[in-house]
């Protein structure tokens, strides 16, 4: 008798299997696509969480094994990558530590790395809470790799943001003592601070990726990783804009893999754009509104060489945003329902 093939089920494709094909395909065993075809074996209370938030969310495919992630991202793939931007910033990091870089930077601008950069450490930990919780909940394996990996670039930001503040503190003792307490009582974090807790507690998974993926990671990322780089460049800091760069492309990969997997669901039920379009609308304005309380500490002052003051924080992020849902056929929602 003949011996099955490990990616039998891959088979009537008639080709042979990618790598990415065969250890992302039919992994889960709860979610009826897996190798057993079955659901949870035993009735145990984690089951009925499974059922009303994830079998029973309304964001809905017939198969979600149609979803691929367009970097085709494995985990040898992923360490590789990964490695090669860690030594990158490694490298960063220590001509920081033997160049005396950080008794050179304008006192101003320690004064923003205090306000903006070094809370972020505590919103990105919740960032990362909720990847994990969507890799946790989603229905398809593929999803689950992404999620799974995306967890752990927002674990890495929180890391080298964290590492960052300790080298600043090492040569200006008492640098960002007071992170928590902004984070948990400073009038600019709170609109932010609430919405993150929302949002954790949001359980269905299809609307928590959503409100993660499509609305409150674009509008973060592009604040941090881009508009105070930008910033950072204007006060010769042009080191922490090189590692904003790295933790970037991370962003991008993110953006790139939410793309696709939105587009699956359309193109497989379009009712889902309708119902992705709620969320959205739901989500969006208080994302955008979390922002704008840092307009001050941004707007008209220098940024990098070439790149004019930034005079509407909102107006900016709010274009970038836009743009990003509309490639997915979506849209923010509208100036005047945001005000």
Request: hydrophobic share 40%.
């Amino acid at each position: 008798m003949a011996q099955q093939k490990t990616f039998w089920h891959l088979l009537p494709q008639r080709r042979m299997p990618t790598e990415y094909e065969i250890v992302t395909s039919k992994l889960l065993l709860n979610t009826g696509e897996g190798f057993t075809g079955r659901r949870f074996e035993l009735d145990v209370p984690l089951t009925k969480w499974y059922e009303q938030y994830q079998q029973s969310s309304p964001l809905t495919c017939s198969s979600w094994e149609k979803f691929r992630d367009p970097r085709e991202t494995t985990y040898t793939k992923y360490t590789e990558l990964q490695m090669e931007k860690e030594i990158f910033v490694d490298c960063i990091l220590e001509e920081i530590e033997v160049s005396g870089y950080d008794r050179g930077l304008p006192a101003r601008w320690m004064d923003t790395l205090a306000m903006v950069v070094a809370p972020f450490r505590y919103p990105g930990h919740a960032l990362m809470m909720l990847a994990a919780y969507v890799a946790q909940m989603a229905p398809g394996g593929r999803i689950v790799v992404a999620a799974t990996f995306q967890a752990g670039d927002e674990a890495r930001r929180v890391e080298r943001l964290a590492y960052r503040v300790r080298q600043i503190q090492m040569a200006l003792p008492g640098f960002a003592a007071d992170s928590k307490s902004l984070w948990e009582q400073d009038p600019r974090w709170q609109p932010l601070r609430r919405f993150i807790e929302r949002l954790l507690v949001t359980y269905d998974w299809g609307e928590a990726f959503v409100g993660l993926n499509l609305v409150l990671k674009p509008i973060i990322d592009e604040f941090l990783l881009r508009h105070i780089s930008d910033l950072a460049l204007g006060h010769d800091d042009h080191l922490l804009g090189q590692i904003f760069y790295s933790l970037n492309e991370d962003c991008q990969w993110h953006r790139r893999w939410s793309q696709a997997l939105i587009q699956t669901a359309i193109d497989d039920t379009p009712a889902n754009r309708q119902l992705v379009q709620r969320w959205i609308d739901k989500w969006y304005p208080d994302a955008l509104h979390a922002i704008d309380p840092f307009s001050s500490l941004l707007e008209g002052r220098p940024r990098g060489p070439g790149i004019p003051p930034l005079h509407d924080l909102t107006s900016a992020i709010a274009a970038f945003s836009g743009d990003y849902l509309r490639s997915m056929g979506l849209k923010p929602v509208s100036s005047n329902e945001t005000n």
